[in-house]
């Protein structure tokens, strides 16, 4: 269900920018585009995990609790940083893999960046 939800966020979201031809990108080494990548990615799991803890939904006692339904329903208010990764991603590792890396790797870990940013958040 949250795989479904997110893919039509996906389609909402849309890439917001293609890749450059930037040389310098091209020179850079996988672990270089990573780290590059990774400011990006924070700041879209930030965003999303405010907005999940700033729901009234939200339940500090039982984070799994519709914890799947927060985070889609997150999604326009974080298009943003969402569309930033997504943009980066293209730009440093070529056109669509922005898009290939928000349905794949980055929603299956999602649910677990959003409980450890709003836990620590807690402490």
Known sequence: MLLLKLTTATFII?????????PSVARLSLQQKNVATQAYVQRANDCIARVVVADP??????????LGDLIVDSMPKCLGP??????????YFGEGVGE??????????????VTKVTAESMD
């Open 14 to 22: 849309g890439v917001a920018a293609g890749p450059t031809n930037e």
């Open 100 to 113: 290939e890396f928000f349905m794949g790797p980055y929603l299956d870990v999602l649910p677990s960046a």
């Open 57 to 66: 939904r939200f339940h500090r006692d039982n984070l799994a609790v519709n």
């Open 82 to 91: 969402v569309r930033a990764m997504i943009a980066a991603y293209d730009r």
